[in-house]
């Protein structure tokens, strides 16, 4: 069965740093996403990305952020220069249509970033 | 702002028994609700949805119930197993765009 991939499944970096979060969605699908869950609470929509742009973004996503998809498999979240409340867990996910949010998304594992 | 609420924290149920996961959300405008299931250092999977639509939806021993006037959604597990044992989140989405407000999720532990 297709699955989301992310990597690195850890990422320790210090603060001021880039770090670049990569997931591979599933295939067939076309709209992706990134969300983060801070240890102890909830899952945040990030941002979510359709036909090469953003479609929708979260205030949590600011100009620290961005994202791309470089080529027709990779889906990557870019942090600027992190700071420490960025260490979060990060989940990448995928659906393939949306019609104002009907649709199911797949998650991919998660990237465990620790900012230093 | 907590659109999406899932006010127990932990639950525990003995295998064999239904389990029972609420969660109440403040936005109207949500017309798609999602459970899902996450194990320890894996991503959250999907279990089962509802639209505004209906105000119930099985699948298996999973059933969703939808209360649109009280703004409520539960769970229902039936019978509940120990690999059942896992944090459920819940989630909505209004018709307006595709971000999904989630939870703060409720961890079940089954016990055998």
């Known amino acids: 069965e297709p699955e989301v991939t992310q990597t690195p499944s850890h990422q320790v970096t210090q603060m001021g740093q880039e770090v670049i979060l990569r997931c591979v969605p599933i295939s067939n699908h076309l709209y992706f996403y990134w969300y983060r869950q801070i240890l102890g609470q909830k899952v945040e929509f990030l941002v979510s990305f359709y036909n090469n742009e953003i479609s929708e973004k979260s205030e949590i996503f600011d100009d620290q952020f961005s994202v791309e998809r470089p080529d027709g498999s990779n889906f990557t979240l870019k942090i600027r220069s992190t700071k420490l409340e960025d260490s979060a867990m990060y989940f990448c996910?995928?659906?393939?249509?949306?019609?104002?949010?009907?649709?199911?998304?797949?998650f991919g594992p998660g990237t465990r970033l620790t900012v230093l | 702002d907590q659109q999406v609420k899932q006010n127990s924290p932990s639950l525990s149920v003995q295998e064999g028994r239904i389990s029972i996961l609420n969660c109440d959300y403040t936005n109207s405008m949500f017309d798609y609700f999602l459970w899902y299931k996450k194990y320890p250092a894996e991503g959250p999977t999907f279990l089962i949805s509802?639209?505004?639509?209906?105000d119930k939806n099985e699948d298996g021993r999973f059933t969703v119930f939808l209360n649109k006037s009280a703004k409520h959604l539960s769970l229902h597990i039936v019978p509940s197993q120990p690999g059942d044992s896992a944090v459920y989140f819940c989630?909505?989405?209004?018709?307006?765009?595709?971000?999904?407000?989630f939870g703060t999720g409720t961890s079940l532990t089954v016990i055998p």
């Open positions: 989630a909505a989405s209004g018709h307006t765009g595709n971000q999904f407000y």
């Open positions: 509802i639209s505004s639509i209906k």
């Open positions: 996910a995928s659906s393939p249509i949306t019609s104002g949010g009907t649709d199911t998304q797949y």
